[in-house]
């Protein structure tokens, strides 16, 4: 099948009209929710002792002690997956504007997971970091607490 050369341009317009609204903003706390396995760590997590969250989570890459307000546990993780990028070229056409643009299908970042404990136990999970993926916020950080859910859920 061959394309004339408007149909080209047609078919262009449209596939990165269609690319365009596949972009997420970088803050996405307005149009996406909080990733559920993270969102379930903030509670289910809460009550683990020292060493159950040391069986869960590993050992954890800093800690600072917070004297009455008890330790933080710090967990790190980056995620560096080779930025994968989509570019439609920029076409202008007559007096069309120029239709093009780029979308990072897989795009890097990382967490840090910060665990409070009060009289060695959980007593609060948050996240920071560069987290946020389309599918939801924090979502980098799902896969550093996703066992201790589970385990928390098993231990009942």
């Known amino acids: 099948m061959i394309f004339t050369r408007r149909?080209?341009?047609v078919f262009l317009m449209i596939a990165s009209a269609m690319l365009n609204a596949c972009v997420a903003?970088?803050?996405i706390k307005s149009v996406a929710g909080e990733h559920s396995t993270?969102?379930?760590?903030?509670?289910?997590?809460?009550?683990?002792?020292?060493?159950?969250?040391?069986?869960?989570?590993?050992?954890?890459?800093?800690?600072?002690?917070?004297?009455?307000e008890g330790q933080i546990w710090s967990f790190r993780r980056s995620a560096q997956r080779g930025n994968t990028n989509l570019v439609v070229?920029?076409?202008?056409?007559?007096m069309l504007p120029a239709v093009g643009g780029a979308i990072n299908i897989a795009p890097s970042g990382y967490c840090h997971t910060?665990?409070?404990?009060?009289?060695?136990?959980?007593?609060?999970?948050?996240?920071?970091?560069d987290n946020n993926r389309?599918?939801?916020?924090?979502?980098?950080?799902?896969t550093m607490v996703d066992s201790c859910v589970a385990y928390a859920r098993r231990k009942g």
């Open 38 to 68: 993270v969102a379930a760590a903030r509670t289910e997590m809460v009550g683990l002792t020292e060493a159950e969250l040391r069986m869960c989570a590993g050992f954890p890459d800093e800690t600072s002690d917070s004297g009455q």
């Open 89 to 94: 070229p920029a076409t202008t056409v007559g």
């Open 25 to 27: 903003p970088d803050d």
């Open 134 to 142: 389309p599918s939801g916020r924090n979502a980098l950080c799902a």
């Open 114 to 129: 910060q665990v409070r404990l009060v009289e060695r136990k959980v007593a609060e999970v948050e996240f920071s970091g």
């Open 7 to 9: 149909e080209a341009l």
